[in-house]
């Protein structure tokens, strides 16, 4: 019954601070996030307050994304200096912590802070926010969406390959600037699916 009263107010926290859209999206990624969970043998309440929290500091301006990573310091690359949008996934790990009281649980502040890029070596919890956010049922406008909303309940990892190079062809496409995080992460499970 904690966690349902935990999640109950953070939901409320949450939609104060977040446009109805983007709160749309958060219980969109906490009930994908859910039934993810559910699949793969995960803490179903951890997969839920990763998702409810993941876009916790989107509704934050860039300006204020940087202030609070020199403020803190949460380290910033070259390329989320030039794209502070990137930093809402390693200020929202460090909100959840301070503003939303999930400091005893690492692994659901891992989940947050990777959700965009990923990384080598991701946590189960990790795979499942880093999917639900991208398959979400909100979600219209990503490529491969009916096949990557499928796969993902067949096979995670191959969910996550799927999208790390879905992303890459349309930041290439678009002439949008890639984290290198992202090419790495994408090079380390393709070369996981190689080997086995």
């Not at 491969?144 to 067949?154: D, G, H, S, T």
Request: one cysteine or more; a neutral charge.
């Amino acid at each position: 019954m904690e966690d349902a009263k935990f999640l109950s107010k953070l939901r409320q926290k949450v939609k104060k601070v977040q446009d109805p859209k983007r709160f749309e999206h958060t219980l969109g990624v906490e009930f994908t996030a859910a039934a993810l969970a559910m699949r793969y043998g995960a803490s179903v309440a951890d997969a839920q307050v990763a998702g409810v929290l993941h876009d916790c500091a989107k509704c934050l301006s860039d300006k204020e994304r940087l202030k609070l990573c020199e403020k803190h310091g949460i380290p910033v690359s070259e390329v989320e200096r030039r794209n502070p949008f990137l930093l809402h996934a390693k200020v929202g790990a460090y909100l959840s912590e301070t503003e939303y009281n999930v400091s005893d649980k690492p692994e659901i502040l891992n989940a947050i802070r990777y959700h965009t890029t990923g990384r080598e070596g991701m946590t189960l919890l990790e795979k499942i926010i880093f999917v639900a956010d991208y398959i979400e049922p909100g979600r219209r406008h990503a490529p491969n969406l009916p096949e990557i909303r499928q796969l993902a309940f067949m096979d995670l990892d191959g969910a996550v390959l799927r999208i790390l190079e879905d992303t890459l062809a349309h930041l290439k496409k678009t002439g949008g600037e890639t984290d290198p995080m992202t090419e790495r992460v994408y090079r380390y499970y393709l070369d996981g699916r190689h080997s086995d």
